[in-house]
T-cell receptor, first 111, second 112 residues
Framework: RKEVEQDPGPFNVPEGATVAFNCTYSNSASQSFFWYRQDCRKEPKLLMSVYSSGNEDGRFTAQLNRASQYISLLIRDSKLSDSATYLC????????????FGDGTTLTVKP | DVKVTQSSRYLVKRTGEKVFLECVQDMDHENMFWYRQDPGLGLRLIYFSYDVKMKEKGDIPEGYSVSREKKERFSLILESASTNQTSMYLCASIPQDPAQAFFGQGTRLTVV
């Protein structure tokens, strides 16, 4: 079983839709959690960190459920520009570089 | 803005060649990392370094070595390239705090 698992998708949604991604992790000692976005043929870039209390950044909401060992990303009012691969990242310490990346979930938002 | 620069976007090498992938960051970050990214396998950590002349193995170090002679530069070396090392290679740099990783643009290496 992979340490970090994501549904690869693809998720194909119309503009304006709400879409949610889940990511499960197996190591209960994990401390830091992130969502990265990766556009086609580009490098990953941090989208948002995930805090225990949940956090929101505009149309994006991230949540952490330590008991069930999963994190989620909710995108409201999807835009065409949201089309990308979303990577879940889990770290056992505060060092995001030495982390375990999920394989990513691909989102395509259609007009 | 933090800038992480990888020396090549695309590289084609022959089996058995020695290959050098260079990564330079301009923000005086302590920590640098090399990953490879493959379809269905995600990003996997090859090697990382927390300081000059320091290196630690990641999850898949076999067939690779690294060099960090200067703080800003972290090199990945394929001693004898093989076809199973065909991949996208990503370098990342992070400060001690916060924990966000900044990635280079990636090097797509093809070994023929």
């Amino acid at each position: 079983r992979k340490e970090v698992e994501q549904d690869p998708g693809p998720f194909n949604v119309p503009e304006g839709a709400t879409v949610a991604f889940n990511c499960t992790y197996s190591n209960s000692a994990s401390q830091s959690f992130f969502w990265y976005r990766q556009d086609c043929r580009k490098e990953p870039k941090l989208l948002m960190s995930v805090y225990s209390s949940g956090n929101e950044d505009g149309r994006f909401t991230a949540q952490l459920n330590r008991a069930s060992q999963y994190i989620s990303l909710l995108i409201r009012d999807s835009k065409l520009s949201d089309s990308a691969t979303y990577l879940c990242v889990v770290s056992r310490n505060t060092n995001a570089g030495k982390s375990t990346f999920g394989d990513g979930t691909t989102l395509t938002v259609k007009p | 803005d933090v800038k992480v620069t990888q020396s090549s976007r695309y590289l084609v090498k022959r089996t058995g060649e020695k290959v050098f992938l260079e990564c330079v960051q301009d923000m005086d970050h302590e920590n640098m990392f090399w990953y490879r990214q493959d379809p269905g396998l995600g990003l996997r950590l090859i090697y990382f370094s927390y300081d000059v002349k320091m290196k630690e193995k990641g999850d898949i170090p076999e067939g690779y070595s690294v060099s960090r002679e200067k703080k800003e530069r972290f090199s990945l070396i394929l001693e004898s390239a093989s076809t199973n090392q065909t991949s996208m290679y990503l370098c990342a740099s992070i400060p001690q705090d916060p924990a966000q990783a900044f990635f280079g643009q990636g090097t797509r290496l093809t070994v023929v």
